[in-house]
T-cell receptor
Framework: DTGVSQDPRHKITKRGQNVTFRCDPISEHNRLYWYRQTLGQGPEFLTYFQNEAQLEKSRLLSDRFSAERPKGSFSTLEIQRTEQGDSAMYLC???????????FGDGTRLSIL | SQELEQSPQSLIVQEGKNLTINCTSS?????LYWYKQKYGEGLIFLMM?????EEKSHEKITAKLDEKKQQSSLHITASQPSHAGIYLCGADGTQKLVFGQGTRLTINP
């Protein structure tokens, strides 16, 4: 069990640029989740996949955000035309059933200049 | 939508002292998870509670879910520097977790 892996750990970019984050879940987990966490707050749900199907998206996920999990393994989260308000920690988690714990990666911290 | 309120938001205790963190839900809890987070890092799973009145312990940390399943508490006995961090409660929402705002715990030597 190598745990959930996220890359990069830190991303600094200029406003208006596009960024992409990657998440590699625990191999036997069929569910993958993306959350966003701002300073002093708990994580907020963005979206989740069961295998390759994206089953739910939060209202927080504007049109500038897109997530994929093409082969039901790793996932990418892309933010287009980044804005100042996108600065946050983006956390990925994986799991099996809905009533079982989700296991989190170390996150990608995004800073918008 | 379900909301979780944690109290206190911040806690400073002397090493060796006991402490309690509370998590109150606006709706019945069907699954309650406690996580710990160190600054700038991901969440580490601590415990899961599902049944009213359930109590679980791991090392010096005990978590309880009340009978009515709308409140949970996390109790640390004889706190150590390694207990410092942010403690988050999370509830089973519809196919996702809903989190409280977190409690920042500082342990003073």
């Amino acid at each position: 069990d190598t745990g959930v892996s996220q890359d990069p750990r830190h991303k600094i970019t200029k406003r208006g640029q596009n960024v992409t984050f990657r998440c590699d879940p625990i191999s036997e987990h069929n569910r993958l989740y993306w959350y966003r966490q701002t300073l002093g707050q708990g994580p907020e749900f963005l979206t989740y996949f069961q295998n390759e199907a994206q089953l739910e998206k939060s209202r927080l996920l504007s049109d500038r955000f897109s997530a994929e999990r093409p082969k039901g393994s790793f996932s990418t989260l892309e933010i287009q035309r980044t804005e100042q308000g996108d600065s946050a920690m983006y956390l990925c988690a994986s799991g099996t059933l809905s009533n079982q714990p989700q296991h989190f990666g170390d996150g990608t911290r995004l800073s918008i200049l | 939508s379900q909301e979780l309120e944690q109290s206190p938001q911040s806690l400073i205790v002397q090493e060796g002292k006991n402490l309690t963190i509370n998590c109150t839900s606006s709706k019945t809890l069907y699954g309650l998870y406690w996580y710990k987070q160190k600054y700038g890092e991901g969440l580490i799973f601590l415990m899961m509670l599902q049944k009213g009145g359930e109590e679980k312990s791991h090392e010096k940390i005990t978590a309880k879910l009340d009978e009515k399943k709308q409140q949970s508490s996390l109790h640390i006995t004889a706190s150590q520097p390694s207990h410092a961090g942010i403690y988050l409660c999370g509830a089973d929402g519809t196919q996702k977790l809903v989190f409280g705002q977190g409690t920042r715990l500082t342990i003073n030597p």
